[in-house]
């Protein structure tokens, strides 16, 4: 409202002769420049207000629904229905050597759940390698065998087709 009572005065200026037209020009171009600024933050502010009123109103939902289990001795299924919007199980990995499975789990109102990871302690750390190590042995062992009743198959064979 400000900027466009200032625009007014400016032209009444020029058109009465107390500004050229050339200051006129100039200064319409910095309240018109102005104004989109002020236009689009109004807009990002806007969206901003939308998405706070959307989060709040998602929490409010969210902590009612905690608040109607605070108090319980057994966690069942339809309790966990009401929390759990969607579960996504990504492919398995095994390009490391090791089966690495991503699953995503979406709570109702809150969106996906990011849980961090625990810090190791020394020892679990040495108890995840020696069972990393021990499954690396049995992953060779079983290849081995593998082979070996291969190749025990095709003597068998040949040994036959030479019969």
């Not at 806007?46 to 289990?69: A, G, I």
């Amino acid at each position: 409202m400000e900027l466009n009572n200032l625009i007014k005065k400016i032209y009444e200026d020029n058109v009465n002769g107390k500004l050229s037209d050339k200051r006129f020009q100039m200064m319409l171009s910095d309240y018109e420049k102005e104004q989109d600024e002020v236009d689009n933050a109004i807009l990002a502010l806007n969206e901003e207000l939308e998405k706070y009123q959307t989060d709040s109103m998602r929490t409010e939902n969210f902590m009612e629904l905690v608040h109607k289990y605070t108090d319980f001795t057994e966690l069942t299924a339809p309790m966990i229905y009401e929390f759990v919007d969607k579960i996504i199980v990504h492919e398995a990995d095994k390009s490391t050597g090791e089966r690495i499975q991503q699953v995503d789990v979406y709570l109702k109102y809150i969106g996906k759940l990011d849980v961090p990871m625990p810090e190791l302690t020394p020892e679990e750390r040495k108890e995840q390698e020696r069972l990393r190590k021990k499954r690396a042995q049995s992953r060779n062992y079983r290849q081995r065998q593998k082979l070996k009743k291969q190749a025990e198959k095709e003597a068998r064979e040949k040994a036959n087709s030479e019969a």
